[in-house]
């Protein structure tokens, strides 16, 4: 049964991240999300956990330096983007997240990317597709920590059947509101994260 499950899963996943096309270039995927956005949906926190679900985790981000769940205590909220090389509206809202990211006081907020095709289902890390994160975060200047799905992560990152997708968490790591699938514009992200963080501030 367990064997079963883990094909069902893998095989979903995949079917989920075909969705996304593959390419690299950031003007022309900017383009292309402005006029066919990926998805325009809003799922439960339940699809990624409980409010009170915590994110424990070691890993390490795409130039190898350690990183843990002790990155949340620096900021009331962090906005973690799951995101994937392949998936052009993943990378063409990476500019909108990278300004956001300069323009918010980190100590409210801060941003995250996680790259779900940094490992494959059992865990084993792509250096390609590391070296492609690393490029794609410094040429759309999203210069915040891209963590790869290592240890803890990975069964987290397993959950994901659609990315984009955005989770917040608070200064404990815990869940809050809901997760977001699918990208956005400068704009709709702000107005998404001032409504989060407020509720987070309360």
């Not at 980190?106 to 084993?124: E, R, S, T, W």
């Not at 987290?156 to 955005?166: G, H, Q, R, Y």
């Amino acid at each position: 049964m367990k064997k079963f499950t883990s094909l069902f899963l893998s095989i979903m996943l995949c079917l989920a991240l075909c969705a996304c096309s593959d390419g690299n270039d950031v003007s022309e995927n900017k383009s292309e999300t402005t006029t066919e956005p990926f998805v325009y949906e809003t799922t439960t926190a339940a699809a990624v956990g409980s409010k009170a679900e915590k994110l424990s985790f070691e890993s390490e981000d795409i130039y190898g330096n350690k990183v843990s769940d002790s990155i949340f205590k620096s900021s009331k909220l962090t906005v973690i983007n799951v995101w994937g090389t392949f998936c052009s509206p993943c990378i063409a809202e990476m500019p909108y997240l990278a300004e956001l990211s300069d323009e918010y006081n980190k100590a409210d907020v801060q941003f995250v990317g996680l790259v779900i095709d940094a490992a494959d289902y059992y865990g084993n890390i792509d250096d390609s597709i590391v070296e492609d994160a690393r490029s794609i975060a410094e040429k759309t200047k999203a210069d915040y920590t891209h963590i790869l799905p290592m240890n803890e992560l990975l069964v987290f990152s397993n959950s994901f059947f659609s990315v984009p997708t955005t989770v917040f968490v608070n200064s404990e790591g815990e869940l809050v509101s809901s997760s977001v699938v699918g990208s956005r514009d400068k704009e709709e992200w702000k107005s998404i994260i001032d409504s989060v963080l407020e509720g987070v501030s309360k």
